[in-house]
């Protein structure tokens, strides 16, 4: 049950009391031939069974609104015509408790104006020493001292009932989190679960799957030299290709679950030594023979890095820069700019490539996006590189035209 259908509640069960109530006070003031008394008794308990069936009928609000206005205006004025001995004022603290628990958070807006009025108005009578109305006044009933008490009961009971309420609402909204915060306790142990037996997975995965595909390219290289028949070299070829892009594959699946569930590891990193490494991991690749790598590394000495994510980041955007080179042009270079700058770490790679189209650039980091359909990759090297930097606190972005090539800005805080 929500918290707007208990207060509805609520207001149905306070109206059904008030309304009783004003209807005993009717019948004892008509009993005792106090008319006047009577029939305002009469309009008072009318005003309130209206309001319980505009909430009957779903118009909560609207009952909420004219019931309020009514009861405080009408307060008001009957405090101010009968003796102040009768207590008919001490109506107005029950109605301080009842507007705050009508109006849930949602209706903040409401409540506050609610819980003002009454204050206000009970301040008005004070001050005006009960004379709202100037000097008119209702006649004196015999036994103030029991409408006093009734009043005082009646007053009391509505706001044990509207304190009561907002306790239970307060248990209730207890009770809701704590079982949210049981479910989520459970997800969570369901997720590290699933986490490790994911991890455990990959690991036996990539190591399963890659000695048979080293197996494999072995026996090709073994196959080739049983044979001289052009034909067969050329599937030998295609085979070792097809070979290579699944242990790529596997590769980038592997980055992918390290820098996603790895911690970052700083240490001091020689950036020079590091991209020689990048390099020669590099010069297998189809095409690398025939490009240029030019490497500018402006640090004196070692940097505060992440050396896994910084050797995924270069690797990962130099890979790239040379399976889209463009073979027509006689000049194919790479080049790879290091810099510290303001206590951050600059890389730039650029090369003279293909480029990407416009339209690509945003989408180019999205996991499995592929911006051409030459591209043999898997489509998580640049979503790895994205990701990794991100993990380090950094950003990176891209320019790039088609047919001129493409640049690739890193930049990262040092700790």
Aim: some cysteine; charged content about 20%; proline content about 3%.
């Amino acid at each position: 049950m929500t918290g707007r259908e208990r207060r509805s509640i609520l207001m149905g069960q306070i109206s059904l009391y008030g309304t009783a109530f004003t209807l005993l006070h009717f019948f004892l003031d008509f009993g005792q031939g106090m008319y006047q008394s009577a029939i305002f008794d009469l309009i008072i308990s009318l005003s309130i069974f209206i309001c319980y069936i505009l909430n009957r009928l779903k118009y909560t609000r609207i009952a909420k609104f004219s019931g309020l206005i009514v009861l405080n205006s009408v307060l008001l004025i009957y405090a101010s015509v009968v003796p102040k001995e009768i207590g008919v004022y001490l109506f107005y603290f029950p109605l301080m408790a009842v507007s705050f628990a009508l109006f849930g958070d949602d209706e903040k807006k409401f409540r506050y104006p609610f819980v003002i009025l009454p204050f206000t108005l009970l301040i008005v009578l004070f001050v005006t020493d009960f004379n709202v109305l100037g000097d008119y006044k209702f006649d004196t009933p015999p036994g103030t001292k029991m409408f006093f008490l009734i009043n005082i009961i009646s007053s009391g009971f509505i706001m044990i009932m509207a304190i009561s309420f907002m306790q239970n609402l307060n248990k209730a909204a207890e009770r809701e989190l704590q079982q949210l915060a049981d479910e989520v306790n459970q997800k969570n142990k369901e997720l590290e679960k699933t986490n490790q037996e994911l991890d455990r997975f990959l690991y036996s995965t990539s190591h399963d799957l890659q000695s048979p595909l080293s197996s494999i390219k072995g026996l090709i290289n073994v196959a080739r030299y049983d044979t001289t028949d052009a034909r067969t070299h050329v599937y030998f070829d295609k085979m070792t290709e097809r070979v290579n892009s699944l242990e790529s594959f596997i590769k980038d699946i592997i980055d992918y679950s390290k820098n996603d569930r790895t911690h970052v590891a700083i240490e001091l990193t020689d950036i020079d030594l590091l991209l020689e490494e990048v390099t020669e991991n590099l010069k297998y690749i189809n095409g690398a023979e025939s490009i240029n790598i030019k490497k500018d590394v402006q640090l004196q000495k070692p940097v505060p890095l992440d050396k896994a994510r910084i050797s995924v980041v270069l690797s990962n955007l130099m890979a790239n820069a040379i399976k889209y080179h463009d073979p027509s042009k006689s000049n194919q270079w790479i080049s790879v700019e290091v810099s510290n700058s303001n206590h951050s770490l600059k890389i730039r790679v650029s090369d003279n490539g293909s480029g990407i189209s416009e339209e690509h650039q945003s989408r180019i980091f999205d996991m499995f996006y592929r911006a051409t359909l030459k591209s043999t990759g898997s489509g998580l090297g640049l979503y790895i590189v994205k990701e990794a930097v991100e993990k380090m606190n950094g950003e990176i972005s891209v320019y790039s035209k088609p047919g001129e090539g493409s640049s690739f800005l890193v930049s990262l805080p040092l700790s």
